[in-house]
Structure formats: C-alpha cells, structure tokens
C-alpha cells in the first residue's frame, strides 16, 4: 500500500478524516480533523445534500492541512443489508461476476440497482460433497454509494475505496491474533449521532452486522420536545446529567433524568436484542466483551447500563491513542477528546494490504 491513507467518515452531525503513515510496519498518525455538517446534510446515514457536505470537507481540508486528496468512505444506513450465507465455491474472480446470480433471492432489494460484495469466512463440504464457501454478503443501495461519493467529490477528493463501516470499525479497535489462538467473540458498537453500527467478530474476522436507527441525537431530540429548551441546553443538559440508580427513584417522569434514562435504556434494549438474536440463530453460543466507541457513547451512565444489561464486561475503543500522536500535533488531551469519535475514520485508513 501507499506510505500515507487517509479515511473520511461522513457522518450524519459532522465529516471526520484521520490520515495514517506507515512506519515500520506500524500505523502512525498524521493528522485528525473533523468539521460540523448543516443540520440534515446527512440524515440516518446517507447523504441528503452532496454539495454542503463538500463544502463541509473542503474546510476540514484546507483547516487540517491533509497531505492527499485521495480517500476511502465508508457506508453505515439502513439501506444496507449484511446476511450469513452459504454459497458454492468458486474462485474469487470469478464469484465477483458470478454473485449477483448466486445471491439474488437473499436480498431484498432491486439486484439491478445495489451494488454487491461478500466477506468469505470459512470454506466447507455440503451434503452433496461440493465445496462451499461461508460468508457475510454486503448488499447496499447503489444511491446512497454514489451520494456519498458525490459529496467527496464536490469536497475535491477522490474516492479509492468504499467500504462498510462496521468492517472499518474491527480494522480500527481490534488487534487480531495472526497465529489464531485468540478465540474471544466480541461485539463492537459504534454509537453515532443518529445510527448505531454493531459488529461481532472472532479474532479480528466479522462474524455479524447490524445497523441500528438510533443514537446520541435521539436524546437530544427528546430533551428538546419535552422540555422546550432549544438545541445547545439540550445538549449541555445531556452532557452533565449522570444516570443511576438513586436519582431515577426520585426524579420526576418529565426530569431530565427520566427523559435521558428512557431513550438510553430503548438504545440499550436494541443493541441487547441484536445481541440476543445473534447467540439465538449464530454459529457462536457466547460474546465475552463490548467494546464501545461513538460520540453518542459519551451519554454519562450509559455504558454502565449496557453492562447492567448484557452481563458483560464493556470497554472504551481508543483507536488514536493506541496509535500514538505520530507527527499529527495532537496532545494526549485532544487525542482523549477524538478517540470516541474517531473509529470509523482511523478503520477507513486501515487497509488489509499494509
């Protein structure tokens, strides 16, 4: 791969771009930048308006002084579908041509308009003594690609590579065992702004997807309606207010203490459930941790309530800290603040050819 790779996340409160070097077959990092987007550029992971997003990364450019215009984006909304199936083998030039033949009745969407790919996990005998190969089949709009390449472009970037965000996100906080003596299954969630991404994985290799249409803004939101305090106080009040046990018993039901615990504890149900569903229909049994990463993570007390609910150990991703400041200017303070936010972007600039 190139010495220097830069990867953009466009998310649905700002655009973020972590550019990494090489060296000495470690990642360094060079430069870290995020700028806000207008309210509704971006709506539940796609792009609404191409031209204020390129305006917005335009400014984080020319702000963060990024050594290339060439990037990779990744995809994260609900018009994304992400499937276990089992598929006859073939060699992998000729599955790409052969895929949509293959796959056609797994994805519940137009073949001729969503742009396919898939992950092999494991290959296989079936009943009939054909190999097989086993493996997560990535189907996304081919709308919500090209809007997203169309905003880099109107930013005056280049588009190398697009990928699916919860694949950068395993890139970005697990350091995989390359002797494969690791074994823990672990489940990494990603809480943004107004979607969750979910991935399970062993060892670094993804094992399940699952993109929820909740996030950090939904308690924004629910601040704003019940209270009637505009949009910075919801924010501030989101930030200071700490969820437990004792001030949920005597708070009052229009609180902001039982208004954040209600949306939190309806996020922590879903990413419970999704977890759930997995152990129910996965070939794994068990998951051992969490590891929680996302802007909308930063909610005080909602990491405990996740542990509370799954029964599992939770821990913070620190994506940029492991890496260290690099030649990036980034004191251990600015790098606290952007690792919550900054996965999806350092996963983007990770490539499996380094």
């Known amino acids: ?91 992998p030039d000729e599955r790409r041509k052969s895929l949509p033949l293959m796959v056609g009745d797994q994805i519940p969407m137009d073949l001729s308009e969503t742009v396919l790919d898939f992950v092999p996990l494991e290959q296989g005998i079936n009943a009939e003594g054909n190999a097989t190969t086993k493996g997560l089949l990535v189907g996304a709009a081919e709308g919500v690609v090209m809007k997203s390449i169309e905003a880099a472009e109107a930013g005056g970037l280049t588009v190398t ?21 690791r074994q823990e299954a672990e489940a990494v969630v990603d809480i943004g702004a107004a979607t969750t991404s979910m991935v399970i994985h062993v060892n670094g290799v993804p094992q399940f997807v699952r993109i929820l249409m909740m996030g950090g803004q939904d308690v924004t939101e629910r601040l704003i309606t019940d209270l009637g305090v505009n949009l910075p106080t919801a924010e501030s009040i989101k930030r200071e207010t700490v969820l437990d046990g004792g001030d949920t018993m005597v708070a009052t039901i229009d609180s902001p203490v039982m208004i954040i615990s209600d949306v939190v504890q309806q996020l922590v149900d879903e990413i419970r459930g999704s977890l759930d569903y997995y152990l129910a229909t996965g070939p794994i049994d068990h998951i051992d941790s969490i590891v929680l990463t996302g802007g909308g993570s930063l909610v005080p007390g909602l990491q405990e309530r996740l542990e509370i609910a799954t029964g599992l150990p939770v821990r913070r991703g620190t994506p940029l800290s492991a890496l260290g400041p690099g030649d990036s200017g980034l004191t251990p303070d600015h790098l606290s603040f952007a690792d919550p936010l900054a996965s999806a972007a350092v996963g983007l600039a990770i490539w499996d050819d380094q």
């Open 161 to 181: 590579d697009v990928d699916l965000t919860p694949f950068a996100l395993v890139r970005a906080l697990v350091r995989a065992d390359h002797l494969g003596m």
């Open 1 to 91: 791969m190139s010495s220097t790779r830069i990867g953009l996340d466009i998310s649905t409160s700002s655009v973020r771009a972590v550019q990494l070097s090489v060296k000495d077959n470690a990642y360094r990092l060079d430069r870290f930048g995020q700028m806000p987007l207008p309210l509704g550029a971006v709506q539940e992971g796609e792009v609404m308006d191409p031209q204020a997003v390129g305006t917005a990364i335009r400014h984080l450019w020319k702000q963060s002084k990024f050594r290339s215009k060439k990037v990779s984006i990744g995809i994260a909304s609900q018009r994304v579908v992400v499937r276990l199936i089992e598929i006859p083998y073939v060699e």
